[in-house]
T-cell receptor, first 114, second 112 residues
C-alpha cells in the first residue's frame, strides 16, 4: 500500500461550522504533513508531525487545529473558518521527517467556505 | 532566499509531440530536486527525484535532467498523450531547511 488516503474529497461548510479533514497512510511513515493549496498556486506548508508529535506549525491561525491520534492517522479540525480559507488541503507523508525527498501526497480535500 | 522558477507558465502541444519544461533554482545548499505531476483538484504525484550527483532520470516517457552547476533542471515529455495534461511542479529541498521550495508549476495541455 503506497497511498495516502484523504476524506472527504469535497467539503462545503459555513463559517460557524465545525468539521474535520482526515488523512490515513499505512506505509509506516513517521512524518505527516498538512499543506494548503490555492488554485494555480504551489502548496504551502501548514503543519508537520514527526513521530506523532507536532514539530512545525507555520504560523497557522488557531481556527485550524491538527491532531495525530496515531502513527497512521492525521486529522485537521476546522472551526470558524473564513471564505479565504477555501482551498485544496493536501496531506502528505514521508518515511522519515528528515528525508523530505520521500514525500507522498494524498488526493486532497477541496474545501469551500461559504 | 530559496526560490524556484519554472517556465513556461503554460503550454499547449499536440498529441504525440514532445515538449520540455524548465526549472531554475537558487536553493542552497542543494539536497535534491523532484518533479511532480498534479491533475486539477488532485494531489501531486512524484515523477522523478535527483540528487546532486545525478544528471538524468527517466520514468517512462518522462525524462528529467539536472545541472547542479548552473542550478537548472528540465523535464522532457516524449510522445505526449492526452493524459499528460496537468500541472508539472518542480520542487527543491535544501540540506538545512525542513521546508520544500515549490515552483509555481507549468500547465501542460495536450490536444488531439
Amino acid at each position: 500500500d503506497t497511498e495516502v488516503t484523504q476524506t472527504p474529497k469535497h467539503l462545503v461548510m459555513g463559517m460557524t461550522n465545525k468539521k474535520s479533514l482526515k488523512c490515513e497512510q499505512h506505509m509506516g511513515h513517521r512524518a505527516m504533513y498538512w499543506y494548503k493549496q490555492k488554485a494555480k498556486k504551489p502548496p504551502e506548508l501548514m503543519f508537520v508531525y514527526s513521530y506523532e508529535k507536532l514539530s512545525i506549525n507555520e504560523s497557522v491561525p488557531s481556527r485550524f487545529s491538527p491532531e495525530c491520534p496515531n502513527s497512521s492517522l492525521l486529522n485537521l479540525h476546522l472551526h470558524a473558518l473564513q471564505p479565504e480559507d477555501s482551498a485544496l488541503y493536501l496531506c502528505a507523508s514521508s518515511q522519515d521527517p528528515t528525508l523530505f525527498e520521500k514525500l507522498f501526497f494524498g488526493s486532497g480535500t477541496q474545501l469551500s467556505v461559504l | 532566499k530559496n526560490q524556484v522558477e519554472q517556465s513556461p507558465q503554460s503550454l499547449i502541444i499536440l498529441e504525440g509531440k514532445n515538449c520540455t519544461l524548465q526549472c531554475n533554482y537558487t536553493v542552497s545548499p542543494f539536497s535534491n530536486l523532484r518533479w511532480y505531476k498534479q491533475d486539477t483538484g488532485r494531489g501531486p504525484v512524484s515523477l522523478t527525484i535527483m540528487t546532486f550527483s545525478e544528471n538524468t532520470k527517466s520514468n517512462g516517457r518522462y525524462t528529467a535532467t539536472l545541472d547542479a552547476d548552473t542550478k537548472q533542471s528540465s523535464l522532457h515529455i516524449t510522445a505526449s498523450q492526452l493524459s499528460d495534461s496537468a500541472s508539472y511542479i518542480c520542487v527543491v529541498s535544501a540540506n538545512n531547511d525542513y521546508k520544500l521550495s515549490f515552483g509555481a508549476g507549468t500547465t501542460v495541455t495536450v490536444r488531439a
